[in-house]
């Protein structure tokens, strides 16, 4: 069974940093891509950044290119979310998502595993 468990969320000023964790475990996530999403309060949940456990590919929204950055570390079962240069309106609860696929996926309906989310609030 995948399990995928967040962390690394918190409090920031604008302008600062944050890097997120995803542990994910029950699977060989090497035919897996990946996924970090966010929910603001009162909006829908949408795309961040995806990347392709094998190849290391990546794909990120509009709204955080240039300032976002995901890995991936293949020891650790663990994928990352590098937040620079935070904005108020970056906060959110952040949530990883994992979906068996060679492709990168950017809908949210694409990804059947989530994790439980990690709260990230950006004050200016």
């Known amino acids: 069974q995948v399990q995928l468990v967040e962390s690394g969320g918190g409090l920031v000023q604008a302008g600062g940093s944050l890097r997120l964790s995803c542990a994910a475990s029950?699977?060989?996530?090497?035919?897996?891509?990946m996924g970090w999403f966010r929910q603001a309060p009162g909006k829908e949940r949408e795309f961040v950044a995806t990347?392709?456990?094998?190849?290391?590919?990546?794909y990120y929204a509009d709204s955080v290119k240039g300032r976002f950055t995901i890995s991936r570390d293949n020891a650790k079962n663990t994928v990352y979310l590098q937040m620079n240069s935070l904005k108020p309106e970056d906060t959110a609860v952040y949530y990883c998502a994992a979906e068996q696929s060679p492709r990168l996926r950017v809908g949210v309906y694409e990804y059947d595993y989530w994790g439980q989310g990690t709260q990230v609030t950006v004050s200016s």
């Open positions: 029950g699977r060989t996530f090497r035919t897996y891509a």
């Open positions: 990347i392709n456990w094998s190849s290391g590919n990546t």
